[in-house]
């Protein structure tokens, strides 16, 4: 069964600070990586998806990498800005399966 | 463009009644779409794939009979729950992917429907 965990839990930055955002997934027979940003009571917007076969993916001030042999993805978040606060998750989609399980999140508070 | 939505964002009911879910896309056709619960400060887990035109698939521990799923379109799904109570109050979340196109892999989510049942 896949586990994803999402470390840290929670993170407070004053803005203007670069920070990474770590998720590690036991099964590493993966089709593809998504992280999504979730605000308050709100549904998901996906950020970035990365295909089994890449090792990273960039939009904007985001990168996103992942290390499938190793079972992990990294979402980089260059310059945060409060706007940036929010709970950001990451879900893996296992080969032959085409729902995602998703991580606990990282609840992300810049500091303005 | 591939936008979800659902309706109702927010509902409340007394226990025993019943409530209906529907999530739309909007711009695309879905052939396949997921519905998620999500707990306070939790993350999401499915409860079952809708396939258009046929049975959906339930996840272990998920009540078919209670969480009824119907996808008669290709651009609707609705789940009801059936004789609600308390413990079902919780965020429900659906996805759905688009079939045929180079983003076939991405899900693309709703905003989500808190129900709260007294």
């Known amino acids: 069964k896949q586990e994803v965990t999402q470390i840290p839990a929670a993170l407070s930055v004053p803005e203007g600070e670069n920070l990474v955002l770590n998720c590690s997934f036991t099964?590493?027979?993966?089709?593809?990586l998504q992280w999504f940003r979730q605000d308050p009571g709100k549904g998901l917007t996906s950020l970035l998806l990365?295909?089994?076969?890449?090792r990273e993916q960039t939009s904007g001030r985001l990168n996103a990498s992942l290390d499938k042999s190793s079972g992990r993805s990294t979402l980089y978040i260059a310059a945060s800005q409060p706007g940036d606060s929010a709970t950001y998750l990451c879900?893996?989609?296992?080969?032959?399966?085409?729902?995602?399980?998703f991580g606990s999140g990282t609840r992300l508070q810049v500091q303005p | 463009g591939a936008v979800v939505s659902q309706h109702p964002s927010r509902v409340i009911c007394k226990s025993g009644t019943s409530v209906k879910i529907e999530c739309r896309s909007l711009?695309?056709?879905?052939?396949?779409m997921f519905w998620y619960r999500q707990f306070p400060k939790k993350s999401l887990m499915l409860m079952a794939t809708?396939?258009?035109?046929?049975?959906?698939?339930?996840e272990q521990g998920v009540e078919k009979d209670k969480f009824l799923i119907n996808h008669a379109s290709l651009t609707l799904s609705t789940l009801t729950v059936t004789s609600a109570h308390p413990e079902d109050s919780s965020f429900y979340i659906c996805?759905?992917?688009?079939?045929?196109?180079?983003?076939?892999?991405?899900?693309?989510f709703g905003p989500g429907t808190r129900l709260t049942v007294l």
């Open positions: 996805s759905a992917s688009i079939a045929g196109a180079r983003s076939y892999n991405e899900q693309f």
């Open positions: 099964d590493s027979a993966i089709y593809n």
């Open positions: 990365i295909q089994s076969s890449q």
């Open positions: 879900a893996v989609r296992r080969e032959g399966r085409r729902a995602l399980t």
């Open positions: 711009d695309f056709q879905a052939t396949t």
């Open positions: 809708s396939n258009e035109g046929s049975k959906a698939t339930y």
